[in-house]
């Protein structure tokens, strides 16, 4: 009978995401999830319910989830920041990109074809790959920080004259015109980050199966695994 051998399974392992990294994770999913569903609800209300007002208080529970998750986002990303420079190397990708290196852009060309089936081979890398970088530091980074500013500038408007107004109203509406202004720019916002987020689960699932490294579970145990003779760039 003739013998077959088989090639062995080899596994790496790469502790990429610190705890501090993967709780604000998490939480921060979890406060987007909340802002976007009650922003919706903001821009599109339901339709009215009978009876009197002060016995639902509806639109009230609603704009006070949107209020406390929206801050809930500002305390965790000021965290985010901060743990940028404490935390180890992976901690700061997001908000540190190296434009300036050819071979980046290399990078993100190489990842571009192989999302788009284009690339047979994956490259290994710890961290974020260099599009997920870019991708997260441009409509994540900034993409929370529009939202924050624009955010604050409509709570303040509504609170009227304070510190929030003071800090934030008192020139993001003017520098976009009026009110109405920066609510659209807000509720068009919501939707880039809505888009964001599909994209990033559906790439992290799609790199958990066809890249032979763990994306999903790294963001809870914050290990990172190359199967078989993967390595990581």
């Known amino acids: 009978m003739a013998s077959t051998t088989s090639k062995p399974h080899t596994e790496e392992t790469v502790y990429v995401y610190e705890a501090p990294v ?5 939480i921060n999913a979890l406060a987007i999830l909340v802002l976007c569903l009650s922003g919706y609800l903001i821009g599109k209300p339901l339709p009215a319910i009978g009876g009197e007002a002060y016995d639902h208080f509806m639109f009230g529970k609603i704009r006070f989830a949107h209020f406390v998750a929206g801050q809930i986002l500002v305390v965790g990303f000021v965290f985010r920041f901060y743990w940028a420079f404490v935390g180890n190397a992976h901690a700061r990708e997001i908000f540190h990109v190296p434009l300036t290196r050819g071979s980046y852009w290399k990078e993100i060309w190489h990842e571009i074809k192989w999302y788009a089936m284009m690339e047979k081979s994956p490259k290994k890398y710890t961290g974020h790959n260099p599009l997920a ?19 604050f500038a409509l709570y303040g408007e509504g609170e009227g004259p304070g510190v ?25 916002g919501m939707w880039v980050i809505v888009i964001f987020v599909i994209v990033h689960i559906y790439a992290a699932v799609r790199e958990d199966i066809m890249s032979r490294q763990s994306i999903i579970s790294s963001m809870f145990s914050g290990w990172r695994t190359f199967k078989d003779d993967g390595s990581p760039d």
Request: charged share 5%; glycine share 6%.
């Open 164 to 188: 929030i107004h003071t800090l934030f109203t008192s020139w993001v509406i003017p520098l976009f015109g009026q009110s109405q202004d920066v609510h659209t720019w807000h509720h068009m």
């Open 133 to 151: 970088r870019i991708s997260m530091h441009i409509l994540f980074v900034w993409g929370i920080v529009f939202m924050i500013l624009t955010g």
């Open 22 to 26: 993967r709780l604000w994770h998490w």
